[in-house]
């Protein structure tokens, strides 16, 4: 796969794509040429958006399981296949953030649904088309966005970071499994970006200090051009 200027003929899709880093990578794929399909669960900012990039609006929510088979259906049946999937959506859970004691079970559960439950089901019903695309010698490749906190026990991030960590060992023992069919699992950490769900956990954080959306966009898509079948890349130490 061409990570350059033309990247015409790939076939991508993006969850949480109509904000932050979700935004940004819709941006730059389509701006490349990529065939681009993006979800997210507000109607007006996905039709915002696609008329913006030209990109394919899907009106959904990766965590909950009724949603699932719709948008996998409507990114093969527009896209004609796939070769990149992005499981960029992600929940704080309980915002602000809470000490894991003063976690309700619900905003636990909402974390896991969206941030670990979601990627599993999205891959599951893609999978086909990702093994199709890897057999015609395409590049098929699913990356799952992570984070510091999978690793750092930072308190007050216990839903988030659990279910972080949930993914990036997801992301690697489906790295070892789909080897074979040819399809490539990366977790990447884009680090600390300025993005509305980091000014939802930090709102007194220094928005300068922060990194773009479109650098870790950049990183991310360059880092598809790496030719290792494992890859777990860290472009920040914090959360």
């Known amino acids: 796969m061409s990570v350059h200027s033309d990247l015409k003929g790939l076939r991508a899709a993006v969850t949480g794509g109509t904000s932050g880093l979700g935004l940004a990578l819709v941006r730059a794929l389509a701006k490349r040429g990529a065939q681009v399909a ?4 507000t109607r007006e900012a996905v039709e915002r958006v696609s008329v913006e990039t030209g990109a394919l609006g899907i009106v959904g929510d990766v965590g909950r399981k009724t949603d699932i088979h ?39 559960e909402e974390a896991l649904a969206t941030n670990l439950v979601g ?22 490749v699913v990356v799952n966005i992570t984070s510091d906190t999978a690793v750092n026990a930072y308190a007050g991030w216990g839903a988030y970071g659990a279910s972080k960590a949930a993914l990036q060992h997801l992301t690697a023992i489906w790295a070892e499994e789909a080897r074979e069919e040819g399809v ?56």
């Open 70 to 108: 719709a948008i996998a259906l409507q990114i093969t049946g527009n896209l004609g296949g796939l070769d990149l999937l992005v499981n960029n959506a992600s929940s704080l859970g309980p915002v602000p953030l809470a000490l894991l004691a003063d976690t309700q079970c619900e905003e636990l």
């Open 119 to 140: 990627p599993f089901r999205l891959t599951k019903a893609l999978f086909g088309a990702l093994t199709a695309s890897a057999r015609q010698g395409r590049d098929a």
């Open 38 to 41: 993006f979800v997210a669960r």
């Open 184 to 239: 490539r699992f990366l977790a990447i950490d884009p680090g600390d970006m300025d993005t509305p769900l980091h000014a939802q956990a930090v709102p007194e954080a220094d928005r300068s200090a922060l990194k773009r959306p479109e650098e870790a966009a950049a990183h991310i898509i360059g880092a598809l051009g790496l030719d290792q079948p494992r890859l777990a890349l860290t472009l920040e130490t914090r959360p």
